[in-house]
């Protein structure tokens, strides 16, 4: 079985993903771009993962933006599979 981050790279890669309002708004506050997001999803790990209160697993992914910033994306795959559905994207202290 592939590795989750491998699975997550990959949809970010190919485009397949999808930022809610939440996380746009919070990459607005924190001055990211979304070529932060993938940089930091691409070069970085996963540091937690959780359950929402569905039941489904949620990804915290732990990088380096374009600008040398720590990012953290909360991240979970949506019920197809087909995309990554991005929570919300902050920095990290």
């Not at 990088?63 to 902050?90: K, N, P, Q, W």
């Amino acid at each position: 079985m592939r590795r989750i981050i491998d699975r997550i790279r990959e949809k970010v890669r190919s485009g397949h993903y999808v930022l809610t309002f939440h996380a746009i708004d919070e990459m607005t506050v924190e001055g990211f771009e979304d070529e932060d997001f993938e940089e930091a999803i691409m070069t970085g790990r996963i540091v937690r993962r959780q359950k929402d209160r569905l039941g489904r697993r949620k990804y915290t992914v732990g990088g380096v933006a374009d600008d040398g910033r720590l990012l953290r994306a909360v991240c979970r795959f949506s019920d197809t599979g087909e995309s990554l559905v991005v929570i919300t994207v902050y920095q990290a202290t």
